[in-house]
């Protein structure tokens, strides 16, 4: 690991490492570090398996973050290539062409945080939520709440108490 | 077509005598340990906060009765109900829940014909998975939605302290107050136990986002004394409060100072909206300036009343000032508060005294009406022999001195009657000029209760004891030891039990454990007593008291004379909220006895 670490090093613009344990290791590269290190990775240091491709949405810095799970089957270990991109402006270099797969982790991420892969086989087709009209849901700006007391009706019968109210019912009702 | 084509499907057959790879009975497999199934709560100790409800993404939570769950403090009588037509099986509820009764049991096949069987309240509608112990439950150790830590409270350390009466509370910076206010959950449980019915939720709300303007319109909605509670109140909602369950109870009595504490006084009319009251031509008397008559004042000049109290001692806030150390309340704080009052034209005659400089009957035919909250001045006597010493003092007339800028006679050696804060402050006052004056302290408070029982706030215990006073709960005195013009010490006695089986007041004692307390000084704080002389003649003839003496008013604070409305610690309490909410409600009711509410 320590000398992956120092070829990477070496060759692309890291801006921090974190070991997370023994087997797993996080690095933060710039955006257009990102996809040439997971090709290094992939085909000089034996990172041949994409575990998976998802994003997490910092929206107090307005940024998504996307990280890609490396893993080397020989060896067995996972390094994480973890990449900031603008949350106005949500496109990213599609890697489809490294692993099949991630295209299909690509089109998910088009539909549930509205981040971009221009390029990418098929990105724009509905992944699962077919006829989504709203903003995508997994940004945190989505009110899951709001949304589901405005598309779903609720079951005739229900009823519900604010606790402080029914108190104050309960407890002092003639009370200002 | 080869001959393996015309062959191979035949090779399926081979499985026909193979166990099935799939399950016969897929009813029966038990789901994963931490599986998320259906809902499990132990309704003893859920306390129907509704923060389950509130944080429910799918509206899939409802907070209902249920027979036999009582309403009362620190618990709202609901319990949540949930509509399996909406539930994600998320477990943000048993994430967020504030006394952990909620958890997800692993049982997750369920059928039936009728769908309203899917909305049920756990705990209270019997399931088979009740006592299923696997599931998902709040993970242990430091997983929570909130911080369970309040943020610490900076203060004076003892040695800083011990000789002095600096303000100890330092207050909330903005980002401690941010950091505190962002731990509540906004259930609201709190606000019926405050006497005053606070909006404690909407204040804090007010502080995380920051508009503290809105914030202190909130306090003066139902308190006209923010500085003074902020700093002092015997904040009761603390002790209800849902996140205290767990953790730390939100600082709410800070988190009040912390609003009060930044807007200078000179804003509070603009921001309030008092700079144009119209009066109604009305006047009311209040007789004392303690919390109630400065609460019944500010309301009801809010209401256009005009309104003249009557204070006995030279300056306004009654026991807030003249009971309540400076180390607590800083007296600049009370102006503050106090001077808002009086600057929307409250009138405020100091120095006199009700009976004597003019009487009750007087203020009948000059005012409307007549607001009475003259509070506990006088100090109980234990009675045991020895007490008619000079050298036994009352704790409330010290602290009185002390204010007055009297000469207080400190000894070297002082003993502590009592186990309430009018002890606790006693004890700390009198260290404090013993450090002055003797370079240290030497000064034991006794109670009758034991420490786990002790009536005073346990912070002031502590504090207490850090400033070197010796507190030792759990004796009765006896005796006092005197000799001529000098007292000697203290004779007591262990209490083994303070209350009967009933909850009366009705010690019990171990007479062959006994002790001696030495000292040349005894102060007796075991509680104060009202002085009502000032209620003569046909006042006195027409004022109903109850079996016990004490004097009966309606929900209005209303006695049984029409225009003498009376609150405060003479009738609630005592402590100041609810003379806070006395004030106010007797506002209210004299406005409706006046015929303008």
Known sequence: MKSLLNNIKSRFSIKDVTEQRSNLVFIDVARESAVPLITYLRDYEGMTHLVLLTAADWIEENEFQLTYLLNNPEQKFDIGVRVRISREKATMETAHHLWEQVATYQRELKEMFGIDFPGSPGVDKPFILEGWDDLPPYRRDFDTKKYSEDTYFPRPGRESNDPAEYMKKKMYPNEK | MSLKDILSPFTAWKHVVKDPVTIKDPFT??????????????????????????????????????????????????RP??????????????????????????????IDEDPDQFRYIPGVDKKEWDTNEKGWKKPEGNYELYDINRVKMEEQAPESRDDSFIEIVKGYSKEQALLEADRCVACGICTATCPAHMGIPEYIKAIRNDDLEEGLRILYDTNPLPEICGRICTHKCETVCSIGHKGDPISIRWLKRYIADQHPSDQYKEILGTRDIELNGKTVAIVGSGPSGLSAAYYLALLGYKCTIYEKLPEAGGMMRYGIPEYRLPYDQIDKDVNYILSLGVEIKTNTNIGTDITLEELQEQYDAVFAGTGLHMGRSTRVPGTDHQEVYQAVDLLRDVVLGKEIPVKENIVVIGGGNVAMDITRTLARLQKVKFGKVSIIATSLESEDIMPADREEVVEAREENATIIPGWGPTKIETEGEHLKGLHVVKCTSVFDEEGRFNPKFDEEQIDYFKGEMVVESIGQGMDISYFKGDIKENLKLDNRGRIIVNENFQSSIDWLFVGGDIIQGPDVIHGIANGHKAAIGIDKFLGEG
Request: aromatic content about 8%; glycine content about 8%; hydrophobic content about 30%.
């Open chain 2, 29 to 78: 497999r038990e789901a994963a340990e931490r599986y998320r199934g259906f809902h499990k709560n132990d309704i003893e100790t859920c306390i129907g906060c509704g923060t389950c409800e509130d944080i429910c993404q799918n509206a899939a939570i409802d907070m209902v009765p249920v027979d036999g769950i009582e309403t009362r403090d620190g618990d709202s009588g609901l």
């Open chain 2, 81 to 110: 109900m949930v509509d399996y037509g909406r539930c994600c099986w998320c477990a943000l509820c048993v994430d967020v829940c504030t006394t952990n009764s909620l958890s997800l049991s692993n049982h997750y096949n369920w």
